[in-house]
């Protein structure tokens, strides 16, 4: 179980797949140390106890607890070769660059909306939270390809508790605010895939012709 082991600590969490294949090789190995425990506790115990009608079947507790370190064994190799074949599926797909940008390109729009760009500390902590949980939360890791940027963004802000900061502008200044809205969202929307697509408008639309005077 060295093995699985030294596969675990080999598995740093740099995507949900590589995160849990990290979490099911430790478990399978915190399982295997434990049948173990139990099958030294049970050999001193069938060491103490005389035999006898009423003496437990130890021979068949043993037998049990070495199937299930087999089975544990045969399944902690399985999943490593399952995640080797799938990492590299993703490689040559180009599949799992695509996913490190877009975590990356996310992570920097929810940095950009909820933190100011003088407060480095608080940047980096974001910056460094929201990839964390990029990584470990599946449910996050499925809605990077089902939501939309904004509803994403809008996901990842309620997981990590910090909601978008507002965006002020001076009140009886319409145009300056739309103006400034319009500059908030660019800021908040990261490049290529995870831009907001503009909302149709009327521009292109043929001018319509003044009225006619009236001849009457």
Known sequence: MDMAQS????????????????????????????????????????????????TPDFGLTQSRLSRSVRLSLAMTERIRTDYLMRREKRKASGEQERRRQRREQAAEAVVQAVTRPDDADDVERVRKLVRERLVEDEILDVQIDTLSPEEFLQAVCRKIGRPPRPIRTPQGMDDVAESEAAEGLADCEPAKD?????????????VPEPPKPDSS
Do not use: C, F, N
């Open 7 to 54: 596969d675990s600590d080999e598995i740093k969490p740099t995507d949900a797949d590589m995160h849990w294949t990290g979490w099911a090789l430790d478990a399978l190995r915190e399982l295997v140390q434990s049948d173990l425990r139990t099958k030294r506790m049970i050999e001193r115990q069938q060491d103490r106890t005389p035999a006898g009608p009423d």
């Open 194 to 206: 995870w831009s907001v697509e503009p909302d149709e408008s009327g521009a292109g639309r043929p």
